[in-house]
């Protein structure tokens, strides 16, 4: 039996929507499938390795942090990846998961305990248990995105260090005005859209659920879907020296982290894009032609 004219743009046109939405990419890390005490090494890399230590800096060993079992926001038995107890540039994890032009990562994030830094030595975004954002996979490259905790203001601030920041020095910081608790479990979420040219942050309390802050910041250029191909979650010491100098960190960071989630939209491709709009074009056609039928 032969497909109605009608039906073949239609079929067409489900194909091709069901590849766009073959596009959205998704990560999905609880940690539960790896054992105590091991780097989960299936889907991440280390922080420690994505970059040589600065001379001077301490050199943080691998991995840089170990999947251990703790408590939930609700007190549940969970596990969660916890950072090393060692000062270092860059502890955790990150994944090269390509750009796209919509990306968000959230997870949850626990302090247990803040480094010990004067905060009148370095900037606030030096040290921090929490940092989670996005970056380009190349070291050397810029720009980095990052909703973070600091340790030096105890708050949540939202970080952008590029050649579109809004200073002249090429970072931006912002403190959000929300204080981070130790030892309270919190859901930090960070997307990028440059469609709209924006970045927005969302902190809720996770055991409730609760909203405490939403913050967008604007951009005035479109060129973060280019350098964006990396997604991290990580915590460093960059005011640390070795050896200590007088106000700098010699007491780590330690914070839990679990439940990452990373989504990205994609731009299709200009084939599949094409195809759509012949496919819409033909479901527009076809009742014309069938009605001139049926008059003729």
Request: negative net charge.
């Amino acid at each position: 039996m032969s497909t109605p004219s009608l039906q073949r743009p239609v079929a067409l046109a489900l194909a091709c929507c069901l590849n766009l939405n073959a596009a959205q990419a998704s990560l999905v890390e609880n940690f539960e499938s790896y054992a105590p005490g091991s780097f989960p090494a299936a889907a991440w890399l280390d922080a420690a390795s994505f970059q040589p230590t600065p001379p001077g800096y301490p050199a943080v060993s691998v991995p840089s942090a170990r999947v251990v079992s703790t408590g939930d926001a609700l007190g549940q038995a969970t596990q969660a990846l916890q950072l090393a107890d060692a000062l270092g540039s860059a502890r955790g994890i990150y994944t090269v998961d390509g750009v796209a032009p919509l990306k968000t990562v959230q997870s949850d994030v626990r302090v247990l305990r803040y480094s010990n830094g004067d905060p009148a030595v370095a900037p606030a975004w030096l040290d921090t248990p929490f940092s989670l954002g996005f970056m380009a996979a190349n070291p050397g490259a810029s720009p980095f995105a990052n909703l973070y905790i600091s340790s030096s203001t105890r708050s949540w601030h939202l970080f952008y260090d590029g050649v579109f920041a809004a200073d002249p020095s090429g970072i931006d910081d912002y403190d959000l005005g929300l204080a981070a608790d130790l030892e309270r479990w919190y859901t930090a979420s960070l997307s990028y859209d440059t469609v709209h040219r924006s970045l927005r942050a969302q902190v809720n309390d996770t055991a409730s659920g609760q909203v405490l802050r939403i913050s967008t910041f604007q951009y005035a250029d479109n060129g973060l879907v280019d350098l964006f191909d990396a997604t991290m979650a990580w915590g460093l010491e960059g005011s640390a020296t070795l050896p200590p100098q007088p106000g700098q960190a010699t007491l780590a960071n330690i914070a839990q982290f679990d439940n990452i989630i990373i989504t990205g939209n994609r731009v299709p491709e200009p084939a599949s894009a094409a195809l759509v709009l012949a496919a819409l074009l033909a479901l527009g056609s076809a009742p014309r032609r069938r009605t001139r039928r049926r008059q003729d």
